[in-house]
């Protein structure tokens, strides 16, 4: 059999005799343990920070677009406007034009009746 005592002993002796590198790789193996912990939140952190700036980019795009098509838009509807006001400005000419030159035609009738009237019926109107 193997004494209790001795057995004592030499665990005893082996725990005072453990290398201090043994236990500087175990100070070691925590600071890992933590560096790995501290690196891996601070990755995550990075992860969902970069996650927000790129939703803020995506939705400041659809933001610019959405602008973009309203602006467009705004600009199709100017210019149809403004045909809509030519097409009507050069309606209302046109319509003055053909009364004035209906009123000039009736004025030029009603001089060449008074011209024809007072130079007698027989003489030709110039």
Known sequence: MVDENE???IIESI???IPEQMRESEMVLRDRDTM???SKAESERLIAQAQAQ???M???QALY???EREARRLLDDAHQE???VRARADEYALNSLVGL???LTNTLHTVRNGIEALRGEGEPVE
């Open 82 to 84: 403004a045909r809509d």
């Open 36 to 38: 790995l912990s501290e």
């Open 65 to 67: 677009r959405t602008a």
């Open 101 to 103: 030159e209906t009123q």
């Open 58 to 60: 995506v939705q400041e």
């Open 15 to 17: 725990r005072e005799n």
């Open 54 to 56: 790129a939703l803020d």
């Open 7 to 9: 057995i004592q002993e």
